[in-house]
C-alpha cells in the first residue's frame, strides 16, 4: 500500500529540519545511546569489553533496520524494547543479552530526545540567524525613510521604516540569545533506571551516568525520576511559539501595509502568481497570512507541552503520545514560516510615493504634537496648547484643509509663530526624534555581537 499523507508538514511545510525527526533518526539516537551505555558498562567491569565491542558494531542503521523493529514492535507494542530485540538478533555470541543492562526505556529515550532537541535548536538558530541578518540589512537601508506611525490603526507621529525593521531585528536578537540558553538547558540526560534511584546500577549509578553524558557530549541530571522533567521540553515548545508570534506580528504587518489604501509595504509578486482564482486583479499577501496561521499552531501546542509537566508520581505515560507530535510538529512549522519570512523579506518591495502620501494624509495634523510643545515654549499652557491643536486638527479632517491654512488663521498661533516658522514645525520629516540615533546604535550593538 502507499502511503498517503495526512499531515502537510510531511510535503507542504516540510523543510530539511524534518530529517532531525524522522522515524530513522529517532531509531539511530537510540542506538547511538545503547551504544554508549554499554560502553560505560564495560569501563565499569559490569559487562565484558567484547560484549561491549559487539552491541558498538551492530548499534547503527546498518544492521537495525526500522522495519525489523516495526514487525517486532506489532507483536510487543514496545517500541524501544522492539529496538533492543533487534539489536540483540544482531549481535553475535552472548553479547545481545548486556544490552540495555540496568536501564530503563526513558533512560534511552530522554537522553536521546535530549540529542535530538539540541540539534534542531542549532538548526533553528542557523535559521533565525539568516532572517535577522536580512532584518538588519534592511534596517540600515531604510534607516532614512521616514513615514507615518500608527497606534490604535490611526496615524500619530512620523517614524521611519529602519526604526520599524530595527524593532523587528532587535526581537529575533533576543530569541537567539533564549535559544542559547535554552539549549543548555536541554542537553541534560539520565541513566537511572526505574524511578530514578539507580538501584539496578548499584553504586556505580551516579558514575555510571556521569560517564554516559560526557560520551554524549550532554549535562547528567543531579536528580531525577523515571523521566526528565518536562519543564525543560516545555521551555522548548513556549520558545517556538514565542518565535512563531513573532514571525506573525511582522507578517500582520505586511498584511496591514499591503492593503490598497495604505499600498506601502509588499510581498514580493512573481511574474506568473495568481492570487485569486475569480479576481484576477488581486496580490493577496498570502505568505504572511500563511505565517499567522501556522504560528496558531505553534501557540496551541504549548498546553499539551505544559500539561506534560503534571505527571503522577514517579512517571506516568500521558506525555509520550502527544511529544510525537507537538515536538516534530513544532520545529518543522517553525523552521518553515522562517524560511518564509526571510523569503519575504528578501523581496520586500517598497512604495515610496505612496509612504510620503500617507505621511501628508491628515494634512499636518499628525505634527499637531510637535506644535503643542513650542508653543508651551513660548508660555502657552501645555492643556491649552493641546486644545488648540485638537480643535484644528478636527476642522482639519472636518473642512479637508491643511492644518499650516488653519493654525495660519488662529490668533493665538499667529502671535508666536510666523509663517515660516509654521511652514518649518509642519514638516514631517523633521519631526521623527532619534529615530535614527536609536537605530544605529541597534545597528553598532548588533554588528559586533554577530560579527556582522
Known amino acids: 500500500m502507499v502511503h498517503k499523507f495526512v499531515n502537510p508538514i510531511e510535503n507542504r511545510y516540510r523543510t530539511d529540519i524534518a530529517s532531525i525527526f524522522t522515524e530513522e533518526t529517532k531509531l539511530k539516537n537510540w542506538l547511538k545511546v545503547e551504544a554508549v551505555l554499554a560502553t560505560v558498562n564495560a569501563q565499569l567491569n559490569t559487562i565484558p569489553s567484547k560484549a561491549a565491542e559487539e552491541i558498538n558494531k551492530k548499534a547503527n542503521l546498518n544492521h537495525v533496520k526500522l522495519d525489523r523493529v516495526k514487525e517486532i514492535d506489532d507483536e510487543i507494542h514496545h517500541d ?82 529602519g526604526m520599524r525593521f ?19 538547558r536541554i542537553s541534560f540526560g539520565k541513566m537511572s533506571g526505574a524511578v530514578g534511584t539507580m538501584a539496578s546500577f548499584g553504586e556505580k549509578g551516579i558514575k555510571l551516568q556521569t560517564k554516559v553524558m560526557q560520551l554524549l557530549d550532554l549535562n547528567s541530571v543531579l536528580i531525577a525520576n523515571q523521566i526528565i522533567q518536562r519543564d525543560r521540553h516545555a521551555e522548548v515548545i513556549i520558545l517556538t511559539s514565542l518565535i512563531g508570534q513573532s514571525l506573525a506580528k511582522i507578517a500582520r504587518q505586511f498584511r496591514i501595509l499591503q492593503r490598497n489604501e495604505v499600498a506601502e509595504m509588499f510581498e514580493p509578486f512573481k511574474k506568473n502568481q495568481v492570487g485569486s482564482s475569480t479576481m484576477p486583479h488581486k496580490r493577496n499577501p498570502h505568505k ?22 503534571i505527571l503522577e508520581d514517579e512517571r506516568d505515560l500521558t506525555n ?43 494634512k499636518g495634523a499628525c ?9 508651551v515654549n513660548r508660555g502657552i499652557g501645555r492643556q491649552e496648547g493641546h486644545e488648540i491643536l485638537r480643535q484644528a486638527a478636527i476642522k482639519a479632517i472636518n473642512e479637508n484643509r491643511f492644518m499650516e491654512e488653519i493654525l495660519n488663521n488662529n490668533s493665538k ?6 509663517e515660516k516658522e509654521l511652514k518649518d514645525l509642519l514638516d514631517p520629516h523633521q519631526y521623527i526624534g532619534l529615530a535614527q540615533a536609536q537605530t544605529e546604535q541597534l545597528l553598532e ?6 560579527d556582522i
Open 80 to 161: 524501544l524494547m522492539a529496538m533492543v530485540k533487534a539489536l540483540a538478533e544482531q549481535c553475535e555470541g552472548d553479547a545481545g543479552k548486556y544490552i540495555h543492562l540496568g536501564a530503563t526505556s526513558y533512560d534511552i529515550e530522554d537522553t536521546a530526545t535530549a540529542l535530538q532537541l539540541r540539534e534542531a535548536l542549532n538548526y533553528i538558530k542557523k535559521s533565525l540567524s539568516e532572517l535577522l541578518m536580512v532584518l538588519v540589512r534592511i534596517t540600515e537601508e531604510k534607516k532614512n525613510l521616514v513615514c507615518i506611525g500608527r497606534t490604535h490603526g490611526q496615524h500619530a507621529i512620523p517614524t521611519t521604516y
Open 166 to 184: 530595527g524593532v523587528w531585528a532587535y526581537e529575533i536578537s533576543r530569541h537567539l540569545d533564549r535559544l542559547e540558553q535554552i539549549i543548555e
Open 288 to 309: 504572511s497570512e500563511r505565517i499567522c496561521s501556522l504560528a496558531r499552531v505553534l501557540k496551541s501546542n504549548v498546553i499539551p507541552a505544559l500539561d506534560n509537566i
Open 320 to 362: 509520550s503520545a502527544n511529544e510525537r507530535i507537538i515536538i516534530a510538529e513544532n520545529f518543522i512549522i517553525l523552521d518553515y514560516i522562517i524560511h518564509q519570512m526571510t523569503s519575504i523579506l528578501q523581496g520586500v518591495e517598497f512604495d515610496e510615493i505612496k509612504i510620503e502620501k500617507n505621511l501628508n494624509l491628515t
Open 367 to 375: 505634527l499637531s504634537e510637535k506644535i503643542m510643545i513650542e508653543l
Open 413 to 418: 498661533i499667529k502671535e508666536k509663530f510666523s
Open 445 to 450: 550593538t548588533l554588528r559586533k555581537k554577530y
